[in-house]
């Protein structure tokens, strides 16, 4: 809208005889209340009309209208002037950008962003609260590559250490040799299994000791099993064979069946990361910082840095004996990340539990001075909670990533089976159909809420074929494709429409608003934005197709703009659903 800028720039100067740049003039989307469609707010110019916020609206929307020839009509309502914009316009955006076949695409912008999501342990399956994590980084990192970014996904898996050790000691102990072939388990399954089996054994010598009256802290130590477990990863950090060769066998289980989830998921990463590669890493920069000053060793030998100025507080950076803390390993990969890539920015898709965490290492990095350090954000999210209730992994009670995908392809096929309206699509093309519908479910159900937000999963209103869900957008766009395929049109831009109606004006003006969709949605790393915004399109779609007649339109040139409009939205809400990792039927 600059010609609207320009336009209020010379109204003020000639109608109040002063100065103003492009930052003085406050334009809006008009509110759906009001006629027009951009909307001039007028309070800051008083102070040179010398008149009330309404007059002055009035004087400057004559000006417009008088002298702009896109502005055709104007209301003001308190200090806001809304401005109706000349059909003409709309028209000639819609078939220079709308309808040009390389509208959407955005160009490389030379930057380069690595996003780390996932990151699991390897003691037990991906659960809820994973399945909005691969999701949101997924997506993430989809909506920056759309949006002219280089991108590298990236996957720092949780692979050592002594929840690793418990479900091996269990395995060793328990498992009589168990495989994921011998039990007909996926290997993620299997060994997470064993983690909850450790747990209950656990408990049970805790509770032993406690009856001969050792209190539960003490317990907790000295039980054998923890024992044991301990003195596995010393012998695995020894480098000891048995042990190693275990680990080994074990984890190519646990990736053997991340890797089926990751699928049903549509995720992937581009680079791996293994904490038993980078646990060691940070030594060096703790050597550095000390160096610096910016660390500063205790009487004991341990390693702090003191955040207390900012406003954080003092924290350990090395152990008395040397060996080191979750901190130290962070500094040590974020350094290796940006030897391996160079990037500009990294993204840590991390739940919000670890929003210190995040804070004290990226004030860190800034301290020792990083330049990349910058670059480095935490994308935090909330909680996923099911109706039952909050999750519990080493209860046994957790919410699997596998048993919630199978749960939503059995709920879309039970929600259209109950349908009135039965599917027009052969047994094998219904079997095709529910997976896509019932992932399509849950993904817009995660991802159309801002990160940040706690969120109450229900399977069932996911599902829904009316309301704010996947299945209602994907079932817009089914609409959309089969209106197309009836046609039987070769859609050509109809030049020479000069009339459109208003609902045929705001699905154009909602089209526009893609690419500004897009650049925000990368900006904030906010999947939620390009969602909502596919959501509004589809109820945009909806209303036009139920006010407009399109296959027996007035004429031959209003049915091929109309077409040529339908393919449009049908275009860019499979763009927006592909961002979100959705995929978007032709038939429903």
Wanted: include cysteine; charged fraction near 25%; proline fraction near 3%.
């Amino acid at each position: 809208m600059d010609f609207i800028v320009k336009a209020t720039i010379e109204a003020v100067k000639t109608l109040f005889q002063t100065d103003i740049t492009e930052k003085d003039v406050n334009l809006q989307q008009t509110r759906k209340e009001f006629e027009g469609q951009i909307t001039l707010v007028t309070f800051p110019f008083t102070r040179f009309s010398r008149k009330s916020p309404e007059q002055t609206g009035q004087m400057i929307g004559e000006y417009l209208q008088q002298n702009v020839a896109d502005v055709a009509a104007f209301n003001v309502i308190k200090g806001f002037l809304n401005l109706s914009i000349a059909d003409a316009y709309w028209l000639q955006l819609c078939q220079n950008e709308v309808l040009n076949p390389a509208f959407g695409t955005l160009p490389a912008n030379g930057k380069k962003v690595m996003v780390e999501y996932s990151s699991p342990n390897t003691n037990k399956p991906l659960h809820l609260g994973h399945v909005r994590n691969n999701l949101l980084g997924y997506s993430v990192s989809s909506i920056l590559k759309a949006a002219g970014y280089e991108v590298i996904k990236a996957n720092l898996v949780n692979d050592r250490g002594i929840h690793i050790c418990k479900s091996m000691l269990a395995w060793q102990k328990f498992g009589e040799g168990e495989t994921p072939e011998s039990s007909g388990l996926k290997g993620d399954h299997l060994v997470g299994k064993y983690y909850v089996i450790f747990d209950k054994e656990y408990r049970k010598q805790i509770d032993e000791l406690k009856s001969t009256g050792i209190n539960e802290e003490e317990a907790k130590k000295t039980a054998p099993l923890i024992l044991e477990a301990q003195q596995m990863l010393q012998k695995w950090e020894a480098g000891n064979d048995d042990v190693i060769s275990l680990w080994k066998m074990m984890n190519s289980w646990v990736y053997d069946g991340f890797a089926v989830t990751y699928k049903k998921l549509g995720v992937n990463f581009d680079k791996y990361y293994y904490e038993s590669n980078t646990y060691l890493l940070g030594k060096d920069i703790i050597e550095e910082g000390l160096s610096k000053g910016v660390f500063f060793k205790k009487d004991d030998g341990s390693v702090w840095i003191d955040l207390t100025e900012d406003g954080l507080d003092q924290k350990l950076v090395l152990r008395a004996d040397g060996t080191s803390v979750y901190i130290t390993q962070d500094l040590g990969t974020a350094q290796l990340k940006y030897n391996d890539f160079s990037m500009d920015e990294s993204i840590y898709v991390v739940g919000n539990e670890q929003d210190y965490h995040f804070k004290v290492l990226f004030l860190i990095l800034q301290k020792l001075g990083k330049t990349w350090a910058k670059g480095l954000y935490h994308l935090s999210y909330g909680m996923v909670d099911l109706p039952s209730g909050k999750m519990k992994s080493r209860e046994g009670t957790v919410v699997d990533a596998d048993d919630l995908i199978d749960e939503m392809v059995q709920t879309a096929s039970e929600y259209f089976e109950k349908q009135e309206k039965k599917l027009d699509l052969s047994e094998d093309e219904k079997q095709a159909l529910f997976p896509v519908i019932g992932l399509g479910a849950l993904k817009y159900f995660l991802l159309k809420v801002d990160p940040s937000k706690r969120i109450l999963f229900d399977p069932n209103e996911s599902i829904e074929l009316q309301g704010h869900t996947g299945p209602f957008i994907q079932y817009t766009h089914a609409r959309i494709k089969s209106v197309l395929a009836k046609s039987g049109a070769d859609f050509n831009i109809a030049s020479d429409i000069n009339v459109i109606d208003p609902i045929e004006r705001d699905l154009i003006i909602h089209l526009l608003d893609y690419n500004q969709t897009l650049t925000t949605a990368a900006k904030d790393f906010n999947p939620a934005a390009v969602a909502n915004y596919a959501y509004e399109l589809a109820k945009l779609y909806n209303k036009f197709y139920h006010e407009k007649s399109i296959l027996q339109a007035e004429s031959e040139v209003i049915k091929t703009f109309r077409l040529q409009l339908s393919a449009s939205a049908a275009k860019i809400i499979a763009k927006c659903m592909n961002l979100l990792g959705i995929e978007v039927p032709e038939r429903m």
